[in-house]
């Protein structure tokens, strides 16, 4: 059964069927106009003529109509194939985007990986062929063994950390969160720093200009946040300056934590770069010899997948500041992946 034509179709029909009508007319009026074609001169034959005329035009106008609506209809048809293989493609370039990052990334793991492991082996090859050696020179080459391996556990550490925190923020529930005092777990990691700090002479600050109270979240994410922030802030200082942690809720359903210090000055140009995976700047490796490039990554993933932001400023003057943006309520993304209020 046929579906009842409705909206810009159903006229369509609707003329359709008046221009099959005019074609019957027009045959009717064939014979008349046949008469005056002949030389027959009578006002009913006249009235067939123009009737013919205008069933003319009116099938004509219909047959027009509908290839029109056929033109449309076929111009959409392409359109939307046009967009599909659009978005197909686009797709696909992110997939393969997606395949460089990973085999980029387990290229420059691997390279991680191997220069502690050389090194490691090195120092216990030259004992092991050691016939007669030093005591002194010994234990130096085992702190050297020790410390490279302490490199490795590092990376290894960090890489996991990355794929934890990824995972645990696609897939974060109303179990795993909790009420958590901001101004007091972001203490109490300062503090934890406080000691190490010393040593250097830089000195830790914790500012709040508007309380954050508590919010609700995974408490071993927040805590990797912050402390990734504070511990890169200690590394990258110039000795005997400070570290000012500032916590603030600028609105009743966000708050925002700024990180700063003195000492390494980041580049416009490696702004964004610091947030990739394994990317450190030339700069960072000479102030700091160890570190994996990927604890900023880690922080930038979890921040993200909440729905917040983190964005960095730096300059001599004013220090550089890791500015970190956190709604109360996860806009992230759900475990499919899909945006979510």
């Known amino acids: 059964m046929d579906k009842p034509a409705t909206g810009d179709n159903g006229q369509l029909h609707r003329t359709e069927r008046l221009g099959w009508v005019s074609v019957v007319l027009a045959g009717c009026a064939m014979i008349p106009a046949v008469l005056i074609a002949a030389g027959v ?13 205008g069933a003319g035009l009116l099938g004509l106008m219909t047959w027009y109509l509908r290839v029109r609506r056929s033109v449309r209809k076929l111009n959409e048809l392409i359109t939307g194939l046009y967009e599909k293989s659009r978005e197909q493609d686009m797709e696909y370039h992110k997939l393969e985007e997606l395949r460089t990052l990973q085999k980029t990334s387990m290229r420059t793991a691997s390279h991680q990986l191997r220069a502690p492991l050389a090194a490691l082996q090195s120092c216990l090859s030259v004992l092991l062929a050691a016939e007669d050696i030093d005591a002194e020179d010994a234990h130096r080459l085992l702190h050297d063994a020790a410390a490279r391996g302490d490199d490795m556990m590092e990376l290894v550490n960090d890489i996991l950390g990355l794929a934890q925190a990824e995972s645990a923020a696609r897939i974060e529930t109303e ?19 406080s000691p190490r ?3 250097r002479g830089v000195t830790y600050r914790v500012e709040v200009k508007n309380p954050p109270g508590a919010l609700k979240a995974n408490r071993k994410l927040f805590n990797q946040v912050v402390l990734n922030l504070v511990s890169n802030a200690f590394r990258y200082s110039d000795e005997g300056r400070e570290v000012i942690v500032t916590l603030d809720s600028p609105e009743p359903d966000r708050l925002t934590m700024e990180v700063r210090n003195w000492g390494l000055v980041i580049a416009p140009e490696e702004r964004e770069k610091i947030f990739e995976d394994f990317w450190r700047s030339d700069e960072a490796r000479r102030r700091v010899k160890r570190g994996t490039g990927l604890g900023l990554s880690i922080v930038r993933n979890i921040i993200e997948f909440r729905g917040g932001s983190i964005h960095v400023e ?10 970190v943006d956190i709604p109360r309520h996860r806009k992230g993304v759900d475990h499919n992946g899909k945006s979510k209020e």
């Open 175 to 193: 179990v795993d969160t909790e009420d958590i005092d901001v101004e007091q777990a972001v203490r109490e990691i300062v503090n934890f720093f």
């Open 314 to 323: 730096s300059d001599a003057e004013n220090g550089t500041r890791f500015i």
């Open 41 to 53: 001169s009578h006002p009913l034959a006249h009235a067939a003529l123009v009737l013919l005329l």
């Open 197 to 199: 700090a010393k040593e």
